[in-house]
C-alpha cells in the first residue's frame, strides 16, 4: 500500500517598476538613501495564502493568511475603502473621484478630495450586483454578475467609455457597453482599466481592448472606442492587467507577455519599450505555477504558487 503524500503550498507575489515610496517592499529592507525603481521581476513577499494586490501611484495593498498587508505610502487612501479596494467593490480614478458599491443595488461616487456627507454622494443604480468595479483616470468601468459591462466618466474622452454618448446615455451616468454583449467565448468575467485604456477578458480566454487618449500615442495598434479582440501570440489569455502605460498577460501555456512603456521598468525587461507583445523570462524553479497577474499604475506583478511535498 503507498502512502498517501501531502502537499502543502507557499505562494510567492513578484513585482517590478515604479518604487519610489517603497510601495513594492512588503518587508524590511536595510537601505539608506531615496528607493530605486524594481528593474525585473522580484520576489516580494512569501505567504500561504496572496490574494490580488491592489497597487495605487503610491502604495500596494494585498490580503494574505495572516491579514492584509501594505507597502509604500498609504495615508492618502480612506481606511474605510481599503478592504473594497482588495475586494474590487471600490476605486480611485486619476482625477481624484472614488467609486464604491454599496454590496446591494446602488454605486456611489465621491471626491477623495474633501470630507463628503451622505446626500453629497451620487447614486447610480439598476445595474444588477456588481462583482468588480475599477478606474481608469477619469472614469470607471464595473461588472454585473451577468457579465454586463458597464462605463462612465468624462466625455472629452469617450473612447475610454467603449459607447455612443447620447442624451439618454450621458457619459456621465453609467452605460451598457453593448458591443461585449453575446460575444463568440461567453460572457466577460474580468475587467481591468488604467489610464486611458480598458480591457474586459471573457470566460473563453478572449481579451477585448479599447480607450485610448487623443494627444499620446496608442497602447496597442488600432485600439479606438469600440472593443476590440487583443491577440497576443494566438492564446488564449487567462489574467491580464493594465498600468498607465503598459499591459501584462498570462496565457493558458502559463507564459507572461508585456507591452507598453518600460520607464520604471514596469515590464521588468531590459528595454527602454515594448512596441509589440514580448514574453518575460522567469526561473521560477521545479513545482512553481503561475496563478495569476496585475498591474499597477508604474507597476507589474505575478503570482505564483509552490508545491512543496511533505
Known sequence: MHQAVNNVYVMELLATGFNAWRQLHFESVNTSGEPADIMSFQPVLKKKLIGRPSSLLSCTFVRTDSGIRHAGFVKDVPEGIRDKLLASTAAIAGNGIIAEYDGRDTIYQYSSRHVVQAQEKEAFSEMGHIVQLVAYETGFVALSHDGRVWTWGDERYSACLGRQVTH???????????????LPTGRISKISAAGYVIL???????LYA????????????????DPMPV???ESDI????????????????????VIG???N???????????????VSLNLGVGHAISGVEAGQRTSFILTKN???R
Open 265 to 279: 521598468g514596469q515590464l521588468g525587461l531590459p528595454v527602454e519599450e515594448a512596441k509589440s507583445w514580448t514574453k
Open 200 to 206: 474586459a477578458l471573457t470566460e473563453g480566454h478572449d
Open 261 to 263: 512603456g518600460n520607464a
Open 231 to 233: 491577440v497576443v501570440e
Open 168 to 182: 439618454s446615455s450621458p457619459a456621465e451616468r453609467p452605460g451598457l457597453v453593448e458591443e461585449l454583449q453575446d
Open 307 to 309: 508545491q512543496i511535498p
Open 238 to 257: 487567462i489574467d491580464c492587467g493594465v498600468g498607465e502605460s503598459h499591459i501584462i498577460v498570462l496565457t493558458s501555456d502559463g507564459h507572461v507577455y
Open 210 to 225: 479599447w480607450g485610448g487618449h487623443p494627444g499620446r500615442p496608442a497602447l496597442l495598434e488600432n485600439l479606438s472606442s
